[in-house]
């Protein structure tokens, strides 16, 4: 198995970014307001502190909780902030692109099998691309009846640390990733949020 860094290493974050284009600059992008909650969501809308999430289907394996306001990531800031041909399918941002939430299901090949492999990879390949990095937790984790790779830890980017969490899992024989990512100055009122919604993740085959 070899796993692309550019996709799943989204920490680059830099303050001074572009915000994000007007609602609608994307196609199918838009202000979530739950209004792209599936009828039939497993998910229940929630408040984290002073944050409400609503459930949305980011990708057809996946349904999660998403801050109301959040929109799509623009062209433009998509460019910026994951440079390369292996950007996420998918990045929901607040408005000043400060906190991220990226989705892919790539086409690298994986089984259930083969989760502590996937493991050891992801880690040893973090671990090479940000050697200085602070890790808070690398390990293994049940949820939702599925099996997920996680990984947190701050990185430095361009001006700022930044805390990242992911998580992978196999998905129709495919490896899906989730990340988030805040600046380092908003993790106080971002991370237990963070938390929030990748622990919301339900992964369907």
Avoid at 13 to 38: E, I, L, T
Avoid at 57 to 84: C, H, N, Q, T, W
Avoid at 101 to 130: E, K, M, Y
Wanted: contains cysteine; hydrophobic residues 40%; charged residues 15%.
């Amino acid at each position: 198995m070899r796993y692309l860094i550019a996709i799943l290493l989204c920490v680059v974050v830099s303050s001074g970014c572009q915000k994000p284009a007007a609602p609608g600059g994307n196609a199918g992008a838009g202000s979530n307001g739950g209004a792209g909650a599936a009828s039939a969501s497993q998910l229940q809308p929630r408040t984290v502190g002073n944050i409400s999430l609503s459930p949305i289907r980011v990708l057809p394996a996946l349904e999660i909780l998403i801050p109301d306001g959040f929109s799509e990531m623009d062209d433009d800031m998509m460019r910026s902030k994951y440079p390369g041909p292996n950007s996420p399918a998918v990045v929901y941002t607040n408005e000043a692109g400060s906190v991220n939430i990226a989705f892919n299901h790539t086409q690298d090949r994986a089984s259930p099998s083969q989760l502590q492999q996937l493991h050891q990879q992801l880690d040893n390949s973090i671990r090479q691309a940000q050697p200085n990095a602070r890790w808070m937790f690398s390990g293994r984790w049940h949820h939702h009846g599925r099996e997920w790779v996680q990984l947190e830890f701050q990185s430095q980017a361009i001006d700022t640390t930044v805390h990242n969490m992911m998580i992978a899992t196999p998905v129709e024989g495919r490896i899906l990733i989730v990340s988030f990512n805040c600046t380092d100055e908003l993790s106080g009122e971002w991370l237990g949020v963070g938390r929030e919604i990748i622990g919301s993740s339900i992964a369907n085959e």
